[in-house]
């Protein structure tokens, strides 16, 4: 079965350092990847997504993830991490006989001023 | 800007009770998903639509949850009778399902918080 790992349940950065959440995979067939974010009291937000092509994908508020077939990986990315950026980070994989997606159990990114 | 819409946003019940929750999903968006969030489950998906047939629905408890499309516009999670555990928040989400081989992103509602007393 399709499923994603994150390894971490919270990461700690501090305003202007870069940033990474980490999300591993495990599918059979294409990996279809995505990232969401979750702020406060919110739905989830779709941030990027991965189905083929350029190994680094760029989203949304300046995120980017890469592609790493060889290590199963899809690390979400920013180069300067923002206060606002504080949330929650869901990596997902699409599950492989239908729509759904399959959610990983989240990491909480806190960022310090 | 189109958004999924959920209501309640906010429900308080107690044990035994009714509760309906509602979502209006994008206009146009064929595709229509029910997750729960616990802070000990996590994300949990519960249900799952395409062209208002229900496709997937092992994630519900099945004695106690139902989930339907009424029509286009509008899906309904109903739980009969709540129990406390139950206390979750309800997120509704839609997209596009696999439209001309792509596979499009989920746009969640803003989600019913549920407190079963």
């Known amino acids: 079965a399709q499923s994603v790992a994150q390894p971490e349940d919270q990461v700690n950065v501090a305003e202007g350092n870069p940033l990474t959440v980490k999300c591993t995979y495990s599918v059979s067939g294409n990996p279809y990847l995505f990232w969401y974010v979750q702020y406060p009291n919110r739905g989830l937000q779709f941030l990027l997504k991965?189905?083929?092509?350029?190994?680094l994908v760029k989203g949304s508020y300046g995120f980017e993830a890469e592609f790493n077939k060889s290590q199963t990986s899809f690390h979400l990315k920013k180069p300067s991490a923002l206060v606002s950026d504080s949330a929650l980070y869901f990596c997902?994989?699409?599950?492989?006989?239908?729509?759904?997606?399959?959610f990983g159990t989240g990491t909480r990114l806190l960022v310090s001023p | 800007d189109a958004r999924v819409t959920q209501t309640p946003r906010d429900k308080v019940t107690e044990m035994g009770q009714e509760v309906t929750m509602r979502c209006q999903p994008i206009?146009?968006?064929?595709?229509v998903f029910w997750y729960r969030q616990t802070m000990m489950q996590g994300l949990e998906l519960l249900a799952y639509?395409?062209?208002?047939?229900?496709?997937?629905d092992s994630g519900m408890p099945k004695d106690r949850f139902s989930a339907e499309m009424p029509d286009a516009t509008l899906a309904t999670l109903k739980i009969q009778p709540s129990e406390p555990r139950d206390s979750a928040v309800y997120f509704c989400?839609?997209?596009?399902?696999?439209?001309?081989?792509?596979?499009?992103?989920?746009?969640f509602g803003p989600g019913t918080r549920l407190t079963v007393l």
């Open positions: 997902a994989v699409r599950d492989k006989s239908f729509q759904k997606l399959v």
């Open positions: 989400a839609s997209g596009l399902g696999e439209m001309g081989g792509s596979y499009n992103e989920q746009f």
């Open positions: 991965y189905i083929t092509g350029d190994n």
């Open positions: 206009l146009g968006h064929n595709t």
């Open positions: 639509f395409r062209n208002r047939a229900p496709l997937d």
